[in-house]
């Protein structure tokens, strides 16, 4: 268990529907990231956080985006769904965002859309 | 061009023997992070070892050692005495030190099969 919680563990929705994935980091985290995990893409690198401020962006949709609460836990809103958004969505945690602070990575939402 | 790549996309090995996970990567940063990841059947990604770019020991971390040639720009993972256990997929992924951006970049990944 790496103490990254997210939920729901699964969701199944339709195309042109909205969804929020939640993420709570590791206690103490100040960073939190999101990366999305496909057949055909892989994982790549969403968006990232720091203590409640966006920090990086990488190959987020113009139709997905996400916060990151006082709290440090996180959200990312995923709008006008389709088919090709259904993948394994993970959350990862650090410490800091320096090169030497390992990423724990939650055990993803599996986001089906039909 | 890819900045990691793993050019194993299966492996198996025999149960207790060692396995090497091939993984090149390319930056032009000085500063940059390496690490791998193991990913079982369920799902969840596992952090199993790290070695930053000025490190001169090779890392190590139980069974699990990384065997980092940076003129070459590989970074290998051995598992010693494999264990059924380790079947799963294996990311190597890095993190470059340029800017602010701390995500990791992760390559294709090899999925490793121990056989009994």
């Known amino acids: 268990d790496s103490g990254v919680t997210q939920t729901p563990k699964h969701l199944i929705t339709a195309t042109g529907q909205r969804v929020t994935l939640r993420c709570s980091p590791r206690s103490g985290d100040l960073s939190v990231y999101w990366y999305q995990q496909s057949l055909d893409q892989g994982l790549q690198f969403l968006i990232q956080?720091?203590?409640?401020?966006?920090?990086a962006k990488g190959n987020i949709l113009e139709r997905f985006s996400a916060q990151q609460f006082p709290d440090l836990h996180s959200e990312l809103n995923l709008s006008s769904l389709e088919l090709g958004d259904s993948a394994l969505y993970f959350c990862a945690s650090s410490a800091g965002a320096t090169l030497a602070d390992t990423q724990y990575f939650g055990p993803g939402t599996r986001l089906t859309v039909l | 061009a890819q900045k990691i790549t793993q050019t194993q996309p299966g492996m198996f090995v025999q149960e207790k023997e060692a396995v090497t996970l091939d993984c090149t990567y390319d930056?032009?940063?000085?500063?940059?992070?390496l690490f791998w990841y193991k990913q079982p059947s369920s799902g969840e990604m596992i952090f199993l070892i790290y070695?930053?770019?000025?490190?001169?020991q090779n890392a190590t971390e139980g069974r699990y050692s990384l065997n980092f040639q940076k003129a070459r720009k590989s970074a290998n993972l051995v598992i010693s005495a494999s264990q059924l256990g380790d079947s799963a997929m294996y990311f190597c992924?890095?993190?470059?030190?340029?800017?602010?951006?701390?995500?990791?970049?992760f390559g294709k990944g090899t999925k490793l099969s121990v056989k009994p």
């Open positions: 992924a890095m993190r470059e030190g340029g800017g602010s951006q701390g995500n990791l970049i």
């Open positions: 070695q930053g770019s000025y490190d001169e």
């Open positions: 956080y720091y203590n409640g401020e966006e920090r």
């Open positions: 930056t032009s940063d000085q500063s940059y992070g």
